[in-house]
């Protein structure tokens, strides 16, 4: 109690709230716009921190943190391209909110299910930090594998009867993801000399190319129509009470499937938001409301939302209690946080308990001040819609080369964006879902690294594998997901996709 | 552009993909005692490529596939990769600026905005994006 109280005293400094502010606002710049993302945010403010107390400088962090992921889902359901990677799932759901005319209330959906999820995260770390992180810690490779593999598995899911195709994009992200050096014997594959894919494939400029130059080819092809009407700013009659409540409930799933996943080292908002759609769809209440997801449910984009956001408590809870980064933005904060002095790890929650409790209160704050913005600018960032589409199209365009190039300062990002651009354009036209090809890039190293470091473990024992109960999990769940969906295609039931 | 367009191209494009994954695969080096190397994980991706293909090629028709909405759209699709193509191209060798004001009143203009309003608005969007990131983010164009 005297620790929550030091803390609330603390953050009563009207200098610790401007930082805040700063942070949250210059959080919403660097989620908002293609290309930036929350750990570039912060890893740039960290030398300005140098200068002010560590309190100043870490509600300056947090405000970044916890602004740029809610502000990612602005142009994932205005624009149909993810303002940071744990954006994606959210495009499935918002952008075709959008082009029903219903920007606004998607918009609302977007900031209210990122409070919810950041907020019933930041309870969880609170309450349960420490259980969850050791859980986190009993995670090997083969239960990477395992976690990775069921992620992939979802890619049936979200091909929306188009499950073969979805299938075949899937695995051409997976091999996407083989270019690049060997991560265990650093041998070049598919790297064609050229130096630039030593690397691989940067995710991001394909994400960018994928969905944003990809949406402006295909609206210059002629064959898409813009979104005619908008819903109207403060109308509350946008959503029924008993529609809240359904994404009250699917925020809820996605706070809980969040906050697990983002304990989970290096598993991020991506991860989370993919899985708690995919599960959000699997708990609806009928064949109807299934068949919305990928089509505009507001259930589905409520749970995204709220597992993109959740993960972010999730990470902290295994940053702070063990001193591990939950995902990238963390693993910077943590740089941070010892440049400032601060330990995380066990100690740190018996020898400055209220320093944990500042950190806790200033994510509550930044959450709170995120969401109101998002709210309260859900209107007039839905009258963006209304602009001629030649200007949208220019401003998807110039950020989109702007974006790719500004992440590493490499031309090569910027033609890889214009190849997953025009790829994008091809696979939309022959209707092959895009969310399995992300899901392939993504996950695909860490499938490969751990699996490989699995068999190494147990000396190539393949069955050691099926030795382990979570892994066993992972490993059921991966095959139900495929298998449902696969059945479905192969008697002819599924139905082609709207989208 | 609207052509009858099969599925069964789109299972081929990805099956002759699998092969060559299988077959690049092949050439990398083996890991030790049996353990996955190299080229493990783009086999796999390609021989599932091909299951994947073989059942896409069994279970659908072909299908009319409609590339653009008419001629006009056409010309503005390949003129704008055209443009794209330049502005990368001359990365380097012309100013930024100069190569986005073109880029962003080329797009508007073939979008139909007249010429006049196409060059103000491509003016204003490269003056704020060189702001933003250039001064603001310090992010090297050239």
Same mark, same amino acid.
């Given at each position: ?15 610790? /709230? ?17 290309? /930036? ?23 300056? &962090? ?58 019933? %995260? ?12 050791? *859980?986190?810690?009993?995670?090997? =490779?083969?239960?990477?594998?395992? *976690? ?18 979805? +299938?075949?994009?899937? +695995? ?40 944003? /130059? ?18 109207? =700013?403060?109308?509350? %009659? ?9 994404? &009250? ?34 708990? %609806? ?33 295994? +940053? ?17 946080? *010892? ?6 790890? =066990? ?32 209107? =007039? ?119 | ?5 099969? @599925? ?38 390609? @021989? ?31 003129? @704008? ?10 990365? #380097? ?12 009143? #080329?797009?508007?203009?073939?979008? #139909? ?17 060189? @702001?933003?990131?250039?001064? #603001? ?6």
């Amino acid at each position: 109690m005297d620790a929550l109280l030091q803390a609330l005293a603390a953050i009563a400094d009207w200098h610790l /709230l401007a930082f805040l502010a700063a942070g949250v606002g210059l959080g919403l710049v660097f989620g908002a716009l293609p290309g /930036l993302t929350a750990t570039m945010g912060i890893a740039l403010l960290v030398p300005l921190t140098f200068w002010v107390s560590a309190e100043q400088g870490l509600a300056m &962090l947090l405000g970044v943190y916890c602004g740029a992921i809610p502000a990612g889902g602005v142009p994932a359901v205005l624009l149909n391209v993810p303002g940071t990677p744990a954006s994606i799932a959210a495009t499935w759901d918002g952008y075709p909110l959008t082009r029903a005319g219903q920007a606004g209330v998607a918009l609302k959906i977007n900031a209210a299910a990122s409070l919810l999820g950041q907020l019933a %995260s930041f309870a969880f770390l609170v309450l349960a930090s420490f259980p969850l992180a050791q *859980l986190g810690l009993r995670l090997g =490779p083969a239960e990477y594998f395992g *976690l990775a593999l069921f992620g992939l598995s979802l890619m049936a899911g979200v091909s929306a009867g188009r499950v073969w195709e979805g +299938m075949l994009s899937g +695995m051409l992200g997976l091999a996407l993801s083989t270019v690049g050096l060997d991560p265990m014997t650093a041998y070049p594959r598919y790297t064609f000399g050229q130096p630039e894919l030593m690397d691989g494939i940067p995710f991001i400029p394909v994400m960018i190319g994928l969905f944003g /130059l990809g949406e402006v080819l295909v609206h210059l092809a002629g064959t898409v129509e813009s979104a005619a009407r908008t819903s109207v =700013p403060g109308d509350h %009659s946008g959503l029924s009470r008993r529609q809240w409540l359904e994404v &009250l409930r699917s925020g809820l799933l996605g706070s809980g499937v969040g906050t697990v996943v983002g304990a989970i080292p290096a598993a991020g908002g991506d991860i989370a938001a993919v899985i708690a759609w995919d599960q959000a769809r699997r708990w %609806s209440a009928s064949e109807q409301a299934r068949r919305e997801f990928g089509r505009g449910s507001l259930r589905g984009l409520a749970a995204s939302c709220a597992a993109a956001n959740a993960a972010i408590g999730g990470a902290m809870t295994t +940053m702070l209690t063990l001193g591990i980064p939950g995902d990238a933005p963390s693993a910077v904060l943590i740089g941070a946080l *010892l440049i400032h002095g601060v330990q995380p790890g =066990p100690l740190l929650f018996r020898d400055h308990p209220s320093m944990v409790w500042t950190i806790v209160l200033l994510m509550s704050l930044a959450a709170g001040a995120a969401c109101a913005v998002g709210w309260l600018g859900a209107g =007039p960032l839905a009258r963006l819609t209304r602009l001629p589409a030649p200007y949208l199209w220019a401003v998807v365009l110039v950020l989109s080369l702007v974006g790719s190039f500004a992440l590493n300062n490499s031309l090569g990002d910027v033609w890889i964006m214009f190849g997953a651009g025009l790829l994008g354009f091809v696979f939309r036209r022959l209707e092959i879902p895009l969310g399995p090809l992300v899901l392939g890039l993504i996950l695909g190293p860490i499938m490969e690294s751990n699996l490989r470091r699995a068999l190494i473990l147990s000396r190539g024992d393949w069955t050691a594998l099926v030795r382990r109960p979570i892994f066993l999990l992972f490993f059921c769940g991966s095959l139900a997901a495929l298998a449902g969906p696969a059945i479905k295609a192969w008697r002819g039931k599924a139905k082609p996709a709207a989208h | 552009m609207n052509k009858r367009l099969s @599925v069964h191209p789109v299972a081929i494009g990805f099956a002759l993909l699998g092969l060559y994954l299988l077959w690049s695969a092949r050439h990398f080096p083996s890991a030790p005692a049996g353990l996955p190397g190299p080229g493990f994980f783009p086999a796999v991706a390609g @021989v599932a490529m091909l299951g994947f293909s073989a059942a896409l090629a069994l279970g659908r028709p072909g299908e009319a596939v409609q590339w653009t909405a008419g001629r006009a759209a056409r010309i503005r699709l390949v003129a @704008v990769i055209l443009l794209m193509l330049g502005h990368l191209s001359l990365w #380097g060798i012309v100013p930024f600026s100069i190569r986005t004001l073109v880029l962003v009143s #080329g797009v508007l203009r073939l979008g #139909g905005v007249r010429w006049k309003d196409a060059i103000v608005a491509g003016t204003l969007i490269t003056v704020a994006v060189t @702001v933003g990131f250039a001064y #603001g983010l310090h992010v090297r164009f050239s």
